[in-house]
């Protein structure tokens, strides 16, 4: 042991002399040593890089290491030092830090690694297998299932540092969490995305919340992880909340599908955002008669050209303003943001997740302004909030709530800090500019942005071309379809092109007497039909149509 703590110590003195990427690089070297005196294998760039922040260097990650200030022979220098020090001693002004282990069966941690070299192939994560571990903290024992988590390779890249998406058995919790997720730090865009989220709490709003703790998978470390809740109850319950509906607009099966195809047709409305309600806990909600109506409620009301009525105005009018202080809405696109439904006012409110690191706003020479990145204002919902009366009426009262908010930007920033204290420091100058620009350009920042985004989604003339035989293969899907309890099923033809409704099984019998031509979508009118199976039916019919002489089948 002080053979290696010697040779820490030469390591960081030696090459202190005149290029700081010389002493940057010593600090590497420094940590992958201690890296490979312990694993005596081959280990690739990224495998070396997370055995180095399991090790706890004190910061979150590379990117958040160096400030402006540091990027000099001294500031290099003090990183070194405090990253040694830190190492042998400890960081004292370090917030607490509790431990998480996580013990895994051998056989279910293979089945954690075929899933991960699957992703690798494929290069998205598609369709986890859940495997059972348990967790210990605070000297208590909890049973669990848990899977990899995470649609792109940032999250199970490497061999360690895995993301993981867990669940506690018998409604039991951990830091107040039932159902929660652990992250490397940088996936979650620490310290930007668990400040974003804190300010929107301060301001009435609903958004996921993060803590921090060392975690240990079968004893070896992963080092700091961010502890990210998850859709539930008690997350409802802590911010004050009546337990309902969580929902979610969209899926991730275009994405799935753009990882193993070059083409997407145009217009194809595979994880159309208006379709699609994924229900969060649907297997308990939908067991109940009155969370089964409001959910059709607020999947029949998506469609309909105008649903203003839907939303809680002002929650998502603040919502946005909030991105738009950051410049970056990667946090309120669908695939992102969930949807709370208030037992009480009869409307859905938003609940934030995912932020990224905020962005200058920049006004060209004619006064506009264009969002950075990932606009919202092609989105049908953002429209509906800026078309209504209340919108502009209350945009002062809710602009001083979310300013108000964020004047504890650096308070909520430092909070932060102080799990990785050899992080550079965040500067929230940019995001108090920010402010200032959207009050004196509000004008083009919302109100120039109305328009009727769903004629815009209708289909255009070059969008209708045919597919080729091999494109019409490859699809995995053609229809989305909805089934009613008073036997009613609505068919949504996905594809500008007219497709054939063979057969509606219900187990092996043909519910339908003759085939039906659907022709290709132009807007959200379903094809509709009536059979004779009523009640609840989920998942028992199983719709089969064919394009080009290729059949898919579909669930209701």
Known sequence: MMEVKKTRIMLVYKPVKKNFRLILLTVLILLAAIVFERHRFSYSLVDIRAEIMALDPGFSSGRNLLGDNDRNVTGIMKKVLSICKGYLVGFPNRAPLQRLDIDIGFMEYQQLLQDRERALAKGILIEPTKVKAKIRFNNQTYKAKLRLKGDYKEHWMTK???????????????????EFSIHKPIARQHPYDATFQSLVRRAGNLSSQHNYV???????????????EHMTKELLEKQRKKNSLIVKFSNEEIWEFRRENDFVPKGYRLSDNLLNVKLYEKN?????????????????????????????????????????SWNYFHTIVHSNWRHYWN????????????????????????????????SPFNMVLIQE????STFKKNFQKNFEEVKDAISHIEEDFNFYHRFFPVDKKVDAKIVFDNIKKIDKYREYFFLQHKKDVLSLLEPTFEDKKNLSDEEAEALPAHIYARHYDNGTIEIYNLLTESIILKKILFGEKNLLE?????????GYKPFTLQINKTGLQDNNLIIETELKGHTKTHPN
């Open 160 to 178: 360690k540092r895995l993301s993981l998406k867990i669940h506690l058995k018998k409604n039991k919790t951990i830091l107040g969490f039932n």
């Open 214 to 228: 060392r975690v240990f998978v079968n004893g070896e470390s992963y080092g700091v992880m961010d502890v990210e």
């Open 284 to 324: 308990k909600l939908l067991e109940s008669t009155k969370y089964r109506k409001q959910f059709t409620y607020i999947a029949q009301e998506r469609i309909k050209r105008y649903q203003s009525h839907l939303y809680d105005i002002d929650k998502y009018s603040k919502a946005l303003m909030f991105a738009a």
């Open 343 to 374: 037992p009480y006012t009869l409307q859905l409110e938003p609940l934030t997740t995912d932020q990224g690191e905020f962005v200058p706003i920049r006004i060209d020479n004619q006064g506009k302004w264009q969002p950075e990145w990932n």
């Open 385 to 388: 909030i800026l078309h209504t």
């Open 514 to 522: 003759k085939e039906y031509v659907i022709p290709g979508y132009t």
